[in-house]
């Protein structure tokens, strides 16, 4: 009889336990991910910052030739171009030189519209049952 008491005791206790510590594991779990997730974006940008104000740095000095410098501007006009970036930007603004944020609201100004992703079509690309 104590034996029985024991074991329904281990069930009321032990599997509860078990389930809380399953769940607890997964949130860990999922809340590690996110932290490399976040690392790994903030480096990104920070990484992106250091190429950006380099290339323009090395323009001003006159170490980047004119038609590199012309193939970074057409770069950047294509991505800034696009309204969800425009607005990312001005959020952001404040990361960068001013010199360097003048140049960046300069390629903004002339923008036209997005056509960088333009010729893209999606039914091409995707498989016919997706």
């Known amino acids: ?24 594991l997964r949130e860990q779990n999922r809340e590690r ?3 490399a997730v976040n690392a790994l974006t903030v480096q990104w940008g920070e990484l992106t ?7 323009y740095y090395s323009r001003r000095e ?4 004119t038609e590199l410098w012309d193939e ?3 770069t950047m006009s294509d ?3 696009y309204k969800g970036i425009q607005e990312w930007w001005q959020t952001r ?16 100004a002339k923008c036209d519209e997005p056509t960088a992703y ?5 039914k091409q690309v995707l498989p016919k049952d997706s």
């Open 79 to 81: 991505f800034l171009a």
């Open 118 to 122: 333009s010729t893209y079509d999606l």
């Open 33 to 35: 991910r996110q932290s």
């Open 1 to 24: 009889m104590l034996t029985a008491i024991g074991q329904l005791a281990t069930v009321f206790i032990g599997v509860p336990s078990i389930i809380y510590f399953a769940i607890q």
């Open 93 to 108: 603004r404040h990361w960068h030189t001013e010199a360097f944020a003048r140049v960046v609201d300069g390629i903004i």
């Open 72 to 74: 970074i501007d057409r």
């Open 62 to 65: 006159r170490i980047l030739s």
């Open 49 to 55: 910052k250091a190429l950006l104000e380099g290339m």
